[in-house]
């Protein structure tokens, strides 16, 4: 889940990973595979915005491909995609 808002031009990314996904290891492991995600994609997505991505419990058993699909196509629904 990703939610967007617009800022003064500074693009900025917040990850979170609440109690229900697991223990403090489980919620650390999505946020580093999140993190990953979100840092090689990080040119392609709007400036002048901050992100909030939250971990599901899908991020656990995803591949890191199959999480950046997700990611990517989540940023297109949400019009904040500017790569090819």
């Not at 994609?41 to 999480?67: C, D, M, P, W, Y």
């Not at 950046?68 to 629904?77: G, L, V, Y």
Request: proline content about 1%; glycine content about 8%; overall charge positive.
């Amino acid at each position: 889940m990703m939610y967007v808002l617009p800022s003064d031009g500074e693009l900025r990314v917040g990850l979170s990973a609440g109690r229900k996904l697991g223990t403090a290891v489980v919620r650390n492991r999505a946020k580093r595979r999140l993190r990953e995600v979100v840092r090689k994609n990080l040119k392609q997505l709007a400036h002048g915005n901050f992100f909030v991505v939250i971990a599901r419990t899908g991020v656990i058993r995803a591949s890191l491909s199959e999480i950046e699909r997700e990611f990517i196509s989540i940023a297109k629904r949400l019009k904040v995609w500017v790569g090819q």
